[in-house]
């Protein structure tokens, strides 16, 4: 790879370690990595196994740093779900010639997609969720096991499960620190639990975390910045911000897959 093609990849990261910061842009970063990824074969299944690695180390500073306030209880009632979700998503990534099931990189492009506009349609929505759900101090057993097995299986395909974990966590009407420490908490043992299938299917290759430990240094720049910008940037001028660059970068995203010849 040459400089300018990990320049793209390098501010992929930047942003990533921004929402980890606390400037909720996190849901940019799968999209955009994968329009900039600089091979054309396979880029959104290379573009989510190099993140893994990334996002594992991210979740290791997130956790030291709310460790007094997780809940770590609510996040075990989520485990069941979680690994059938992984193990479906992971059913997807078998090669094709080992696999009676399979989604091609176009149909993963989409779902990314998707699953980004879905993500701003959330946002949007938020108030008028936290308003209507109910809440629970303890959720039933088969609404653990659903959003479970949701955010396992989203989480898989594309990294993809902050609204599911937000949505679940927000029914049990956690206060401020609690809620982002368990949220903490739960993605630090999915994306653990990930490494799993990722590294049996072949998907962490030696290229793969050799470019991911070159992007390390990118990593704390990205959390600073971050963490600047939320206590200096009004919250509904960055809110708009992110949900108009993720529906452009999403639509995008959806329409070079599907017009891809």
Request: with cysteine.
């Amino acid at each position: 790879m040459s400089v300018p093609e990990y320049l793209p990849i390098a501010a992929c990261i930047f942003l990533l370690g921004m929402s980890k910061g606390g400037f909720p842009i996190g849901a940019v970063v799968l999209p955009t990595l994968i329009l900039v990824w600089p091979t054309a074969i396979g880029p959104a299944k290379h573009a989510v196994a190099f993140m893994l690695p990334l996002l594992c180390t991210m979740d290791v500073v997130a956790v030291t740093l709310y460790r007094a306030h997780i809940q770590w209880r609510r996040v075990i009632h989520l485990v069941p779900g979680s690994l059938i979700g992984v193990l479906l998503g992971s059913i997807f990534f078998i090669s094709d010639s080992h696999a009676f099931i399979s989604v091609s990189d176009r149909a993963l492009k989409i779902i990314i997609g998707s699953i980004g506009i879905l993500f701003v349609v959330y946002r949007l929505g938020r108030h008028w969720l936290a308003a209507h759900i109910p809440h629970r101090e303890t959720p039933r057993p088969a609404v653990n096991l659903g959003f479970g097995l949701t955010a396992g299986l989203t989480s898989t395909l594309a990294h993809a499960a902050g609204p599911v974990a937000q949505i679940y966590f927000l029914m049990q009407n956690l206060p401020k620190m609690q809620f982002a420490a368990t949220i903490a908490g739960f993605f630090f043992g999915l994306n653990l639990l990930k490494l799993i299938p990722f590294v049996a299917l072949g998907r962490l290759d030696l290229a793969t975390l050799s470019l991911a430990a070159k992007m390390l240094p990118v990593v704390p720049l990205g959390v600073g910045a971050g963490y600047l910008i939320v206590r200096t940037m009004k919250g509904t001028w960055y809110l708009a911000f992110i949900h108009i660059i993720l529906f452009i970068t999403a639509t995008t995203l959806i329409w070079k897959a599907i017009t891809a010849g």
